[in-house]
T-cell receptor, first 109, second 116 residues
Framework: DAKTTQPPSMDCAEGRAANLPCNHSTISGNEYVYWYRQIHSQGPQYIIH???NNETNEMASLIITEDRKSSTLILPHATLRDTAVYYCIVRVDGNKLVFGAGTILRVKS | EPEVTQTPSHQVTQMGQEVILRCVPISNHLYFYWYRQILGQKVEFLVSFYNNEISEKSEIFDDQFSVERPDGSNFTLKIRSTKLEDSAMYFC??????????????FGPGTRLTVL
């Protein structure tokens, strides 16, 4: 299973872009990169996913490097409500999600 | 917007008792999952369910655990004889395709299980 490495925590000023990095150097060609977040003790929430192309939706952008060994989740204008744990997940065997420790993002006013 | 619902939000039980956690997945979804999160720890996969049978389960999902889809809308997790270490948040999730085929899992708000 491809594993991911994320920084344990990051701070971001409100209104600024939050750039959350993720390393997945052992990713294989057909594995997707997924991002989820968990606000306090709520259920994880899907943000975005991609295979090799950059992706954008109403919540965020996902930039995947050409060699696919790393990616960056971008929240373009972070708000206090974006304070959460952000998980970068590479699809594993079968259909389960394997969560790591994630990055605690603290958005500060 | 459709959502996964779970009941109860908090369940307190005595060690050794049976508990049933209930989930109502999104109505047109076909794949169902249970995850748990012990306080301060990672979210852990327990089991996935499709076509009325378990498709995958983790080492945590031992003989004390079972899942069932008793009707067309509910999906339940039963813990036969609870232990102190079963205290955790239990999350139900559903999806309409297999992960990795370009889709997402939708999670419920969770049930906090406290075993005394």
């Amino acid at each position: 299973d491809a594993k991911t490495t994320q920084p344990p925590s990051m701070d971001c000023a409100e209104g600024r872009a939050a750039n959350l990095p993720c390393n997945h150097s052992t990713i294989s060609g057909n594995e997707y990169v997924y991002w989820y977040r968990q606000i306090h003790s709520q259920g994880p929430q899907y943000i975005i996913h991609g295979l090799k192309n950059n992706e954008t939706n109403e919540m965020a952008s996902l930039i995947i490097t050409e060699d696919r060994k790393s990616s960056t989740l971008i929240l373009p204008h972070a708000t206090l409500r974006d304070t959460a744990v952000y998980y970068c997940i590479v699809r594993v065997d079968g259909n389960k999600l394997v969560f790591g420790a994630g990055t605690i993002l603290r958005v500060k006013s | 917007e459709p959502e996964v619902t779970q009941t109860p939000s908090h369940q307190v039980t005595q060690m050794g008792q049976e508990v049933i956690l209930r989930c109502v997945p999104i109505s047109n979804h076909l794949y169902f999952y249970w995850y748990r999160q012990i306080l301060g720890q990672k979210v852990e996969f327990l089991v996935s369910f499709y076509n009325n049978e378990i498709s995958e389960k983790s080492e945590i999902f031992d003989d004390q655990f079972s899942v069932e889809r008793p009707d067309g809308s509910n999906f339940t997790l039963k813990i036969r004889s609870t232990k102190l270490e079963d205290s955790a948040m239990y999350f139900c999730a559903s999806s309409d395709v297999l992960l990795g085929r370009d889709d997402e899992q939708f999670f419920g708000p969770g049930t906090r299980l406290t075993v005394l």
